[in-house]
């Protein structure tokens, strides 16, 4: 006997709705604000579907701070009920832009705020050396009151200094140092010392190559707003300092920061030399007399476990190595085009000579 037995199919999941499109007549409440202060709609740019609206550029005439045209363009997003997204993209005749964003439920108020921040604040020059500034606002208040102001907090950086991109990343968490990377345009190579910006101050970290790319890191501001203006003002440091070192021969660079670069030697001596003394302190114990409930003793026994508490609560973990020499740059060239091999012999060679 055969028994058939009918086993039946699993209603089909439905879909995830996506955002529901904007309609016209949403569109004409959303720009209603925007059309007031003289921006128009870039209906073509928009996305109904995606809920993204564009408006049409804005230029600006040279800046005294940029040195350059610069064109300013709105975007505004509506991911969600009273829940609007603003981003101000500030370009020059380069390519060069930067971003500025903001979040919040009122979005002609979103449009006050980003207003009142001048376009040239995101686009400057420093020696002649453009630099893109990234920022967002946002709002400070209290327990007890609405925002009172809105606060502008730098994210990212990029300049460009005779053919060398210098990027500064500020959003690596509260109180912690920010990151930056050297590198050359296209496809050439970079051939700097390690510290090239440590040379500045004890601020700076000395870089690190990792293919293409130099990184490393600088002690900033640990609260806002100081982190933002400090950030800015090591910005500009490091820029000018980029714009007269490539201006030089390479071979420059020891002669005129000779005394900061042993200081960065003893900097990346000093976990090194730590260590060595820790070690070298040790067999002194057996020769003082301590109690066994001294407060001494017990740290002294517990001395292992607490320095490894130490090192993982210190915001930048500690480099053992033995530093190199400096020495002497050679080569006459910073940038080495990569196409024609990696040991050209026109290029400074890693960064010191052996």
Do not use: C
């Not at 400057?124 to 809105?150: C, K």
């Not at 050297?182 to 000395?206: F, T, Y």
């Not at 210190?314 to 740059?329: A, C, D, H, K, N």
């Amino acid at each position: 006997m055969v028994r058939i037995a009918r086993v039946p199919t699993p209603p089909a999941q439905s879909e995830s709705p996506g955002p529901i499109p904007l309609t016209h007549h949403a569109i004409l409440g959303l720009v209603e604000p925007f059309t007031r202060r003289g921006r128009a709609l870039d209906l073509p740019a928009s996305d109904r579907a995606q809920r993204r609206l564009r408006f049409k550029p804005i230029r600006h005439p040279d800046q005294p701070v940029a040195g350059s045209a610069l064109t300013e363009t709105l975007e505004l997003e509506n991911p969600g009920d009273e829940h609007y997204r603003l981003t101000r993209v500030v370009a020059d005749s380069s390519g060069l832009s930067s971003t500025l964003e903001i979040e919040g439920a009122d979005a002609g108020l979103l449009l006050e705020q980003i207003d009142a921040v001048e376009v040239g604040r995101q686009l400057v020059a420093v020696d002649g050396a453009p630099i893109a500034r990234s920022y967002r606002l946002v709002p400070v208040s209290t327990d007890d009151e609405p925002p009172a102001h809105w606060q502008l907090q730098l994210l990212k950086a990029e300049a460009r200094v005779d053919g060398v991109v210098l990027t500064l990343n500020a959003k690596t968490g509260r109180k912690m140092p920010a990151d930056f990377e050297l590198q050359a345009e296209q496809e050439q190579r970079l051939r700097v010392p390690p510290d090239l910006l440590a040379v500045l101050g004890w601020e700076w970290r000395p870089m690190r190559e990792l293919g293409k790319r130099w990184r490393g890191s600088v002690r900033v501001g640990a609260e806002e707003p100081e982190r933002t203006r400090d950030v800015e003002t090591k910005l500009a440091e490091a820029v000018t300092h980029l714009a007269r070192t490539l201006q030089s021969k390479p071979a420059d660079f020891h002669s005129r920061w000779h005394s900061a670069r042993w200081r960065v030697t003893f900097q990346r001596a000093i976990p090194m030399l730590i260590g060595l003394a820790l070690l070298g302190s040790a067999p002194l114990i057996q020769f003082l007399s301590l109690e066994n409930a001294s407060l001494a003793r017990m740290f002294i026994f517990h001395a292992p476990p607490l320095l490894l508490i130490g090192i993982f609560m210190m915001r930048e973990l500690p480099v053992i190595e033995i530093p190199p020499i400096p020495r002497r740059l050679i080569g006459r060239d910073w940038i080495v085009d990569d196409t024609k091999g990696r040991f050209n012999q026109r290029a400074v060679q890693g960064a010191e000579a052996r």
